[in-house]
């Protein structure tokens, strides 16, 4: 017999964002980040899990291609799951599968993401926060979204944020054992629909820091990193981003990200050796969005840029949205020479 379980995770952009260790192997981050989950239609990876006495290793594909299971974060969620697994019987299928059979029972992980590798987008955290949660369905772990999420958290930090909908707050927690250190959901997705998300993919791309060493050495030599992390800075911020979410305050929302996105990557500038992310084109796309809400009553666009340099642009309504296509077509045509490669929508159609 053969025991399956498919399920499908959109990733997530930080709007405050996560940068910085405090602890590595658990993934334990210097300061609270809160994110919202993109629409699965769009940008999700869907993954299945499979059981059966025939296999004899666990085993992953990822785009059909098999990748090693044996780095700390994958074999962390297969554990913490495990650890968790409950009885499971299909009597129709006549399949019946004891708590403690887990333990020896293999796994077989298929894993896609529906958007193109090539566009840069590959994103571990729809990636851990699916396997987990398709991994708990599987075993029958009876996990809610929130202890989920901190499993999901020892796979990639920012996958945490991806087991829920809307918007969605990572608390850094203070324990140790980083048990207090989990994902919570402040609004689903229905309390603020008007946003609309447009993904400019860039198309020159450097090869980039990973996350994981980029935030090492930021930890190891940035001053500025230390600055973020106190009450004013990031904690403050923290408390009015989840004020301007509740109260629909676009005007707020939109300053807020976009002032966090550029002292995230301040702070890469500040590391030894220094990190870029943003490129030229980067900085041309902020340049025009600046230049348009300086030119209206309040800001229409927030942008915010994560370890590389696509812009995930946020308009306020659908009309915004609309007009900001236009003229992100108008001035950045996907070419060679406007090094802009595509247009990605990151939640339902305008
Ligand atoms: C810039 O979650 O990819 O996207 O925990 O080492 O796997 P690891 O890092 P990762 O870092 C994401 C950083 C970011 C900001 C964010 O998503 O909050």
């Excluded at 998300?197 to 980029?214: C, D, L």
């Excluded at 990190?275 to 009553?297: G, Q, V």
Aim: charged share 20%; net charge negative.
């Amino acid at each position: 017999w053969i025991h399956m379980v498919t399920a499908r995770t959109p990733t997530n952009i930080a709007v405050i964002k996560y940068w910085g260790k405090r602890d590595e192997s658990l993934i334990l981050p210097v300061n609270d980040s809160i994110s919202v989950t993109l629409d699965p239609e769009h940008l999700c990876t869907t993954t299945t899990v499979a059981v059966s006495p025939g296999f004899d290793q666990d085993r992953m594909w990822l785009n059909g291609k098999e990748i090693s299971l044996s780095g700390g974060r994958y074999q962390n969620c297969l554990r913490e799951i495990r650890a968790r697994a409950e009885d499971f019987e299909d009597n129709e299928r006549g399949i019946k599968i004891a708590k403690q059979d887990w333990q020896k029972l293999r796994v077989h992980i298929a894993s896609y993401n529906n958007f193109p590798t090539a566009a840069g987008l590959a994103s571990s955290a729809a990636g851990f926060a699916c396997l987990v949660f398709a991994l708990a369905k599987l075993m029958n772990a009876k996990e809610d979204p929130s202890q989920l999420s901190a499993i999901a958290r020892q796979g990639s930090g920012s996958a945490c944020r991806s087991l829920y909908g809307g918007f969605v707050k990572w608390i850094m927690g203070k324990e140790e054992n980083g048990s207090d250190s989990l994902a919570v959901q402040l609004v689903d997705e229905n309390h603020w629909d008007d946003l609309v998300i447009i993904i400019a993919v860039v198309s020159s791309r450097q090869k980039e820091t990973s996350s994981t060493t980029g935030m090492r050495d930021t930890v190891e030599t940035s001053m500025l990193l230390q600055h973020r992390a106190k009450v004013e800075v990031v904690p403050k911020r923290i408390v009015k981003m989840e004020e301007a979410i509740q109260n629909h305050d676009f005007s707020s929302f939109a300053q807020l990200t976009c002032s966090d996105s550029n002292q995230f990557h301040a702070v890469c500038l500040d590391t030894c050796p220094p990190i870029f992310y943003m490129n030229d084109t980067s900085h041309r796309i902020i340049s025009c969005i600046e230049k348009w809400n300086r030119s209206e009553e309040s800001p229409q666009v927030a942008y915010t840029f994560d370890a590389g340099p696509n812009a995930v642009l946020i308009a306020r309504n659908r009309k915004t949205a609309a007009l900001l296509l236009q003229r992100m077509l108008y001035f950045f045509p996907p070419s060679a020479d406007t090094d802009m490669s595509s247009y990605v929508l990151g939640d339902k159609s305008i």
